[in-house]
């Protein structure tokens, strides 16, 4: 061989393309793409983040102790079975790094998080695609797809791009009808956001069996996606193993402490839920109304379906809004060819596109 070659497998990969930011010759942009919060991080996790500039010389708590103590006190959890790390996708990855190899396959849904994919494919593997039903996780399909070669199981709960969630009986006969040595990961990223009497973030599920993990962020409702902070629940032994081959220093002083402050700050939390709740319920009755389809959401974002005619479509739309300073995200990848999701942004942004999809569906095509 002339040049480095990557091992096989590596090249068929397809990168992840994150939602675009700007849109040309626009004076005003609302990037209302990626499902950040409209209300920023907490004012307590910014007043920390400066404080850990003054020691940028040190390394960082290799263990993040601050940041596992307060996860582990506002959740009522045992801090050592916590693994804290560069966002969830790192810690996604870690358990792809540790549980899968070449020959095995990992379990995941036609509209997961696309990251699924990547880490399995990453680690060798092979992921196997499973039918939704009504947009949401089909544990019936799931348990279907089951074999002798599976190691992992990826359910995002609540779904990211569909917004739908799988109640707690369904994740409990999911795990109950799973070999015993097949990992179940919850990705439970927009769990805060949840107002549903029958949805469990994992918490519960983890705390009972022993081949089950919950993932969490901080990039949602806690506004830090910059810092990149995530978290993992998970038995004593998957924390162990994990910790065997993650970073020494995978998270940044400035991070954890930023991250513990904002944890901590519920009142915070509790602002952002209210907030979110009036405008995914204003959005879904405004889009509606307009005669689109709409997935019904749980979270901060919303699906929006478009009609299959001519100057209709989605793609015709987010040129549409684009041109007016609103980016939404385009879906196509995620199963959705004809649909947009669109994050809860300021209240101005979100009226701001309720009229310009009522300009964009009233107009001649």
């Not at 091992?7 to 397809?14: E, F, N, S, V, Y």
């Not at 540790?98 to 849904?109: A, F, M, Q, R, S």
């Not at 005619?309 to 060819?337: H, K, M, N, Q, W």
Request: charged share 20%; net charge neutral.
């Amino acid at each position: 061989m002339s040049k480095p070659v990557p091992r096989p497998g590596i090249l068929d990969i397809a990168a992840y393309v994150p939602g675009k930011e700007h849109a040309p010759g626009v004076a005003r942009v609302y990037k209302l793409s990626s499902n950040e919060t409209p209300l920023g991080a907490s004012p307590k996790a910014i007043e920390a983040f400066k404080a850990a500039a003054g020691n940028l010389e040190r390394y960082p708590d290799g263990q993040a102790h601050e940041l596992r103590e307060a996860i582990a006190s506002v959740h009522g959890l045992n801090p050592a079975n916590i693994l804290c790390g560069n966002g969830s996708d790192e810690l996604l990855g870690l358990l792809c790094h540790v549980y899968l190899g070449v020959g095995d396959e990992g379990i995941i849904t036609e509209h997961g998080f696309l990251v699924y994919k990547i880490q399995i494919m990453g680690a060798g593997a092979t992921p196997v695609v499973v039918k939704e039903k009504n947009h949401t996780v089909d544990v019936d399909a799931i348990l279907a797809a089951v074999t002798d070669k599976t190691k992992i199981v990826f359910i995002a709960n609540p779904g990211n791009p569909t917004g739908t969630y799988v109640p707690v009986s369904e994740i409990r006969r999911l795990q109950a009808g799973l070999p015993k040595h097949v990992v179940l990961v919850l990705d439970a990223a927009y769990a805060e956001y949840v107002r549903r009497n029958d949805y469990e973030a994992g918490i519960e599920v983890v705390s009972s069996n022993a081949n089950v993990v919950m993932t969490r962020t901080f990039s949602k409702i806690y506004g830090l996606a910059a810092l990149r902070v995530g978290w993992i629940y998970a038995p004593a032994e998957i924390i162990d193993a994990l910790n065997r081959v993650r970073g020494p220093f995978n998270m940044n002083a400035p991070a954890i402490a930023a991250g513990a402050a904002a944890i901590r700050d519920q009142s915070f939390v509790q602002d952002a839920v209210s907030f979110n709740q009036i405008w995914i319920e204003k959005l879904t009755s405004a889009f509606e109304a307009l005669g689109l389809n709409v997935t019904p959401s749980v979270t901060n974002f919303v699906l929006i379906h478009f009609p299959d005619v001519d100057g209709r479509r989605a793609a015709d739309a987010d040129e549409f809004l684009t041109s007016r300073g609103y980016i939404l995200r385009a879906v196509r990848g995620y199963g959705f060819p004809n649909s947009l999701r669109m994050s809860v942004g300021p209240e101005e942004a979100n009226r701001g596109v309720i009229e310009a999809l009522s300009e964009f569906m009233g107009r001649k095509a």
